[in-house]
């Protein structure tokens, strides 16, 4: 299953990437939110649909598993701000987006 996984993500890889925006975080029309034990997950998740532009990946510090939020149509990229949980706990989100490998 996974082998197939890896197979899948690396046909799709091959016309886009997924490029991360470091210190910045990004708002769009979200269409999906899916519950994801890994970053990566929610990159492959984006290269697999086609309407996907780029996404955000929400994980409460010092775990892996997190939210991945796939977004579609214009990226709008902001400033990050400070999100917690309401029991204090902060999110860090990291966002990317999808870039075409195509030249």
């Given at each position: 299953m996974l082998i197939a996984l890896a197979v899948v993500a690396t046909a799709v890889?091959?016309?886009a990437k997924m490029v991360v925006l470091?210190?910045?975080?990004?708002?769009?029309?979200?269409f999906k939110r899916l519950g994801l034990?890994?970053?990566s997950y929610c990159h492959e998740q984006c290269l697999e649909e086609a309407r996907c532009t780029g996404v955000r990946w929400g994980v409460v510090s010092g775990s892996t598993a997190g939210q991945c939020q796939l977004i579609t149509g214009e990226l709008q990229v902001i400033e990050p701000h400070e999100i917690k949980?309401?029991?204090g706990l902060r999110i860090q989100v990291l966002a990317a987006r999808k870039v075409s490998t195509q030249n």
């Open positions: 890889a091959g016309d470091a210190g910045k975080d990004v708002s769009g029309e979200v034990p890994s970053q949980t309401s029991d």
